[in-house]
């Protein structure tokens, strides 16, 4: 695998075709482009076009997973893993104690990886992810102290 990169606005098209082989939402160049100016807002590549990206923000002492983006080829591959450990270890060093994130409930790799770094659920959003039949799912709230072990 590629070394994990941190990226620059300036990539940002690069994430966007990496979030639309991921995920049937998609986010534009533009729209990853506003987040990543917001202060706080940073992004690791792991594998170039053919891995994956996290996107993160750090305010205050809580750090939020904005997306985590893998494309199916190189999952349960370790690309997931070690973007999470990425960003939660520049969390810490941005001051974060505690990072969180979302899932949809039907996302059982996802949550699968989340557990196994040591999140834990503490909310539900009922009903607010729509699969592409129009079906709802629930958002599952999950967290984890930092640094990560």
Known sequence: MKPVLLIHPCDTEILARLHAASFADLWSAEWIARLMAQPGT???????EAGGFVLARV??????????????????RGVGTV??????ERAHLMGAKTV???VAQANEAAKALYIRL???????????YRDQSGNKGDAIILNVKLPLN
């Open 42 to 48: 940073y992004a690791y590549l792991a594998g170039g």
């Open 59 to 76: 305010a205050g002492d809580e750090a939020e997973i904005l997306t985590l983006a893998v494309v199916p080829a190189a999952r349960r």
């Open 83 to 88: 973007l999470l450990q990425a960003a939660a």
């Open 100 to 102: 969180f994130l979302e």
């Open 118 to 128: 040591g999140f834990t659920e503490i909310a539900r959003r009922r009903g607010y």
